[in-house]
């Protein structure tokens, strides 16, 4: 698929100019850079344009030509017709450059959509509109407006934007970074993200795929691929669109949602996708990737001849969550041999500030060795005496032979110019600061236990899906869409424990009730309108008697009916009161791009203000229900602290695997929440206190 | 000929929608069916002369030949008022008596429309009461029964018409489904016991408290700038989306069937409202969106307005429009006759008045 877009041997510029200046000169110069390809400028007003035959329609063409792609870059208005004689002539790749669609407007619009029909009737392959077009250097392929054209190299790039893909174009230029494929998307009418990432994926040439996005066309479908793709190749990604402000610039921009940042975040953990927050960030992943093996492990040694700059590495390594490596007895001895007595053995090795080459390359050698290393930060500070060039190309030559990451870090400006140039010659990054170096290493070292943790795929859960079914069915026939307490029987259907209760419609039937259960008892607002109970004196706990149900259900009537005059109220529910457990919540809310998000988190009153929860798209595996408990920050407190029993941990994963499997077979549910999950001590289970959830309507 | 004065103790009851669905139902039952509201207070000029805005839209939907000036003979006007402040005599009754003599002419049945509240008109000497005691009818009374406290006010009601002959029974209209177990329950055997009839109650229903898109922009003076062609469907809520995207995604898929006020420099929230299928976005501010959010709400079928108003301004005339919309058109005709047939005593309603109807 796609061969013949990205390695053509015959293209067609429809819009080709004369004219210096115009895109349509500048695609053609820029294809002409490939001596051995075939270009059929195609221009009605021109017989000849740079010393190529000019044709006045696609259709002209003869056929011995066979046209594999077409550029296009005539007006917007023109291109709908000029993509439907290019499916007459039997062309199968289009790419179009023209802007003046979709992001500009309703008419723009109606074009895109008269091109996707068009694309779909002759079953033509497009990119774009509004893009800056394609590189690909292994073929030699350079059809795009750009200024220059990429060098040789095994990162494949592809934007939404097509003023990122020229600014890391000239970046790259500069430093002498090199791509395999480029590719600007524009407005994904046809192809989109999920089609390249399976095409760098079969790509012999790439080892490395970055991606700046502000947006996905088919979330769960791009999760799916990934999921597969990052285990062969590493993929950073740029989101934009993250805040308030920069996902309302997308909307503006784009005419989509910019989604939710958590559950972007989710996504792109559950595919194995290393998230970069900025495009510095991105390439300074994709160059450490692109030269460098995989740690093994955390642990870090530190190369250094300032003192300074080695603590700050370390402190940046320990908040990155890496670990400065403790050698070998044999490592230090052999550091002792032949560093000077004042050095320091230890990590960070301190070589000293009139270390020459041979130093650092004893030191860099004698670490790389020690097994307890598994990753090597170089930092070069310019002191009088230091020889940058000579410990440049010396480290330069290591790094290309390394079987572990070596990064470095020459800090500083002018006097380390020479020392930079030296390794980007042979294709390696310097980092302009020690955090740069720690953020990269970090990438690496991710990414290697992306690539070994072993996936599972997740498991059905039992439940009787006929009752469920007809449950679901019967609250969709209901008018209102938020459903509460009353529904708790969906929970039966996925066998998650609920708790104890009866339905009271009178005083008299309550107390009836209280007495049939056994005290304590708690008391709950029954009404569809009622999402927070205890705003609205909804809940009352711990009631011992008669005199006390009695009590509590005449004042909670009088402030509900304060508080929510309008709530419809369908009586009481009363549940045995449980004590000794901690309160979790289990959450899903159906996001936009990506389906059912799920959501854990503790439960209580700060929740709301603390954010402390953890998200996952569903369906989710053992391993990820496990991981969304273990990664709240108040973990601790479920798992017990200070002596305390620890909480039945298993039993809420096995209750967000129910959950994942409820919402996954059933899309009909918006949101879902159960809270609070009364989680008793372990080896006692949890128990489901409340629910609420929401049904399309 | 039989006649029937609709009345209630407060405006927008339901008076009117009784009117015209119980004239729809009695029309289609083979009865010619006239119709009167005596004194109109919503005035509007049509074709040159004055007429009330209420009775002009029954005539029309029952399809009534007789003249707006028959139909409606006496118009609510300040200086009426300030005549009846002075003492000046207007022979109120007269044309009154008159313009009922015209349009009870050839019919089987009248249905006479009250004017506001039922004591409203008295310092004229028109009020409910007095105008079914002029023109010999007899009354049913229309409360909206929004809370408990409606019960004080159809006790009160009926000591002001005095009369019990005159008083044929009551209709409960728009009960909360909140109340609809209480009122059931309750309410109507507490009238029931003291001798007064109950038609019957009609529940809140949202067909009939929604507004089309065109009467919005109408209402709002705004200018549609996609999907002028989807103008046509109801608006049953107005949501406000000046929340953060990912709550206003949650909140507007729950009401689907709702207009969304935001800025026009809100392009997050606007995607929300596309995304979720709400039936109108209403930017306030005069501020056009981006062209790329447009194309989507056009691919989505979804009208875009612009008003100049800023959104405190908008929400104001979204309150009043919403719930206060007059029943124009056939769709919400269509509904009240629905809700009449399903929720009233219809045949009880007519024996009342002496009327049978065919089944």
């Known amino acids: ?697 | 000929m039989a006649s029937i004065l609709i009345s209630s103790s407060e405006e927008f009851s339901g008076k009117s929608s009784i009117c015209m669905g119980l004239g729809r139902i009695f029309q289609e039952s083979g009865l010619k069916v006239g119709y009167m509201k005596p004194v109109g207070n919503l005035l509007i000029d049509v074709h040159g002369s004055l007429t009330d805005e209420d009775s002009e839209g029954i005539r029309k939907l029952l399809g009534i030949a007789d003249p707006g000036k028959y139909i409606t003979p006496i118009h609510l006007t300040d200086s009426l008022i300030d005549d009846a402040l002075r003492g000046v005599e207007k022979d109120l009754d007269e044309r009154l008596v008159e313009a009922y003599s015209v349009i009870s002419r050839d019919k089987d049945v009248v249905f006479i429309e009250g004017t506001g509240g039922i004591g409203g008109g008295s310092m004229y000497g028109l009020s409910d009461p007095e105008i079914a005691s002029k023109l010999g009818t007899r009354i049913l009374l229309v409360t909206r029964f929004d809370s408990i406290s409606a019960v004080d006010r159809i006790l009160c009601d009926m000591r002001i018409i005095g009369n019990n002959d005159m008083f044929i029974g009551l209709i409960l209209n728009e009960v909360p489904a909140n109340m609809e177990d209480r009122v059931s329950e309750l309410v109507v055997p507490f009238f029931e016991k003291k001798g007064i009839k109950v038609f019957g109650m009609i529940h809140e229903d949202d067909t009939l408290r929604s507004v089309f898109i065109s009467e919005i922009v109408e209402d709002l003076h705004a200018e549609v700038l996609v999907a002028s062609d989807k103008l046509d469907q109801l608006v049953e809520h107005y949501l406000v989306g000046a929340m953060e995207v990912g709550s206003a995604i949650k909140y507007f898929r729950r009401q689907p069937n709702s207009a969304v006020i935001t800025g026009g420099d809100r392009a997050d929230i606007q995607m929300a409202a596309i995304e979720s299928r709400v039936k109108c976005l209403i930017l306030t501010g005069n501020m056009r969106p981006s062209g790329a959010v447009l194309a989507s709400a056009e691919e989505a079928g979804i009208p875009v307005i612009l008003v100049r108003g800023d959104t405190m301004n908008t929400i104001e005339r979204m309150e009043h429009l919403i719930g206060h919309a007059n029943i124009k058109q056939q769709v919400k005709l269509d509904k009240v006759i629905e809700l009449i047939n399903g929720n009233l005593d219809v045949p009880a309603i007519a024996e009342s008045i002496g009327v049978k109807l065919q089944s």
């Open chain 1, 1 to 697: 698929m796609l061969e013949k877009m990205f390695d053509p041997d015959s293209v067609a510029v429809i819009g080709a100019s004369r004219t210096k200046g115009k895109v349509g000169r500048a695609v053609l110069e820029n294809l002409m850079q490939n001596g051995k390809l075939r270009i059929v400028p195609i221009n009605p007003n021109v017989d000849e344009i740079l010393g190529l035959r000019c044709y006045p329609n696609i259709m002209d063409v003869p056929d011995g030509l066979k046209v594999d792609l077409a550029v296009i870059v005539v007006p917007a208005q023109m291109v709908p017709n000029t993509i439907d004689e290019c499916g007459r002539a039997g062309i199968g790749n289009v790419i179009v450059i023209s802007a003046g669609f979709k992001e500009a407007g309703i008419e723009g619009a109606r074009f895109e959509r008269e091109c996707i029909s068009l694309c779909e009737k002759y079953g033509i392959a497009m990119i774009g509109p509004n893009c800056l077009g394609i590189i690909d250097t292994s073929s030699g392929l350079n059809a795009s407006f750009a200024a220059n054209m990429a060098y040789e190299g095994n990162i494949a790039m592809m934007s939404q934007s097509g003023a990122i893909c020229t600014v890391t174009l000239d970046w790259a230029e500069r430093i002498g970074v090199g791509f395999s494929k480029f590719i600007s998307l524009g407005n994904k009418a046809v192809l989109a993200e999920n089609d390249f990432l399976q095409l760098f994926e079969k790509d012999p040439s790439t080892a490395v795929i970055a991606a700046y996005l502000e947006g996905v066309k088919d979330g769960p479908e791009f999760i799916r691929i990934a999921q597969r793709v990052s285990r062969s190749k590493p993929m950073i990604v740029v989101k934009s669109g993250r805040t308030s402000v920069g996902s309302r610039a997308v909307s503006s921009h784009t005419g989509t949602l910019a989604g939710s940042d958590a559950a972007y975040n989710a996504a792109f953990k559950q595919a194995g996708i290393i998230r970069a927050d900025s495009l510095e960030e991105m390439l300074d992943y994709s160059r450490a990737f692109s030269v460098c093996p995989l740690p093994e492990g955390r642990n870090i040694a530190i190369i250094t001849n300032a003192g300074g700059l080695g603590i700050l590495t370390a402190d940046a390594c320990y908040n990155a969550g890496l670990s400065i490596a403790s050698f070998e007895e044999a490592t230090v001895e052999r550091l002792r041999e032949k560093l000077p007595p004042a050095a320091n053995f230890y990590d960070p090795v301190d070589v000293l500030g009139d270390a020459g080459a041979d130093l650092y390359e004893h030191a860099l050698d004698v670490v790389l060795e020690d097994i307890n290393v598994n990753g090597v930060i170089v930092l070069v500070s310019p002191q009088a005496m230091t020889d940058i060039p000579g410990i440049a190309e010396k480290l330069a030559k290591k790094i290309q032979h390394s079987k572990k990451p070596i990064l470095c870090n020459f800090a500083g400006g002018s006097r380390i110019a020479a020392g930079e140039e030296l390794l980007n010659s042979y294709g390696i990054p310097n980092y302009s600061s020690a955090e740069r170096a720690v953020g990269s290493m970090n990438a690496l070292c991710n990414y290697y236990s992306i690539k070994h943790h072993s996936h599972e795929e997740p498991e059905r859960q039992d439940s009787d899906l006929v009752f469920a079914r007809s449950f679901i069915e019967s609250a969709l026939s209901e008018k209102r869409r938020t459903h509460g307490l009353e529904s708790m029987d969906i929970l039966k259907a996925y066998d998650i424990p609920v708790v104890d209760s009866r339905i009271a419609k009178t005083l008299p039937e309550a107390i009836q009730a209280a007495e049939n259960m056994g005290y304590p008892v708690v008391m709950k607002i029954l009404s569809p309108d009622i999402s927070h109970k205890t705003d609205v004196g909804g809940i009352r706990l711990n009631l011992e008697h008669a005199d006390d149900v009695e009590r509590a259900y005449i004042s909670m009537m009088s402030d509900v009916r304060h508080y929510m005059p309008d709530a419809v109220i369908t009586g009481v529910q009363l549940q045995k009161m449980i004590s000794g457990g901690k309160e979790v919540i289990i959450g899903m809310d159906r996001d936009p791009q990506f389906g059912p998000l799920l959501m854990f988190g503790l439960g209580g009153t700060y929740v709301e203000f603390l954010k402390d929860v953890s998200f996952a798209v569903a369906p989710v595996t053992g391993a990820e229900a496990k991981h969304m408990v273990s990664s709240i920050k108040t973990y601790p407190l479920i798992a017990g602290v200070r002596g305390e029993v620890a909480s039945d941990i298993d039993s809420i994963i096995r209750t967000l695997l129910k959950v994942s499997q409820l919402v996954t077979d059933f899309p009909e549910i918006l949101e879902f929440e159960i809270n609070p999950l009364m989680v008793l001590p372990e080896g006692q289970g949890c128990v489901a206190m409340d629910i609420r959830f929401t049904l399309k309507s």
